[in-house]
C-alpha cells in the first residue's frame, strides 16, 4: 500500500487479515492498494476519507471500511 509516497506491506491468508495488519501512522490523503495472490495483480485507489476510516479509526466503523475495502479485491 502507498499513502503519500510511503509503502507500507502486510501479508496474510486473506485480504481482510492483510488489511487488518496493515500499520499506518499518516493516512491523511489518497492511497493505493495493491493486492498479489500467485500471478494475478490488482490495483484499488481509495479516495481519502477511505483512507482514513481505515486507518485513523477504531471500532465499528474500522471493521465496515476494512469489510468494503476487502470486496473489491474479491476473485483474486
Known sequence: MRVLGKLTTAK????REALTLLKVTNARGTSVITVTHGDKTKERILNTVQTQ????????????????????????
Open 12 to 15: 496474510g491468508k486473506t485480504v
Open 53 to 76: 476510516r481505515l486507518f485513523n479509526t477504531a471500532g465499528f466503523s474500522r471493521e465496515i471500511a476494512i469489510k468494503n475495502t476487502s470486496v473489491l479485491f474479491e476473485g483474486l
